[in-house]
């Protein structure tokens, strides 16, 4: 059985509907854990490529930078083995008419739209690690080979908004 300790990769979605996709992008889901007291954060367990892969979701109604450094740090302190936090979601406010952004794009950025419309720039990110970006490529190498997982999520996305998840 595995321990917190095994895995590596911790993922945060601020919305069910981005923790629904999350669980379906698994290749496998792993037994519950318990977490220890200490942590209110609400965890799926599983594995992508071989990789252990924590889930966990802000909580219901809350939102925004507060909010997800909180579950973070819960996130940090139960799981010490973790090399990669990921914050991932849909992209409130895309696409747009001047952001052609379109499913599968990735997105990342440290910067803010201030009022006149400009995007100001509020710090500097560097390029994701290496083993990450090994990560992007294959998985945009099985998308034009036909063997992506992302076409299981267009049947249950109408679902989920029917049943007001999102």
Not at 38 to 55: A, M
Request: net charge neutral; glycine share 10%; aromatic share 8%.
């Amino acid at each position: 059985m595995l321990s917190h300790d095994d895995y590596t990769i911790g993922w945060i979605s601020a919305l069910p509907l981005e923790l629904a996709a999350a669980k379906v992008v698994l290749d496998k889901v792993h037994p519950k854990l318990s977490p220890p007291g200490h942590d209110r954060n609400s965890y799926t367990f599983g594995e992508i490529r071989g990789h252990n892969v924590v889930l966990t979701c802000l909580p219901y109604g809350v939102y925004g930078t507060n909010a997800a450094g909180a579950v973070a740090e819960q996130m940090l302190s139960t799981f010490s083995s973790i090399r990669f936090g990921l914050m991932v979601g849909i992209g409130g406010g895309v696409p747009s008419p001047s952001a052609d952004i379109r499913l599968g794009d990735v997105v990342y950025d440290y910067g803010k739209t201030i009022l006149s419309g400009k995007v100001e720039r509020t710090g500097v990110l560097n390029k994701p690690p290496p083993i990450l970006l090994k990560a992007l490529s294959d998985l945009v190498s099985d998308h034009w080979v036909g063997r992506a997982r992302f076409h299981v999520l267009v049947p249950v996305l109408p679902q989920l908004i029917t049943e007001g998840i999102y």
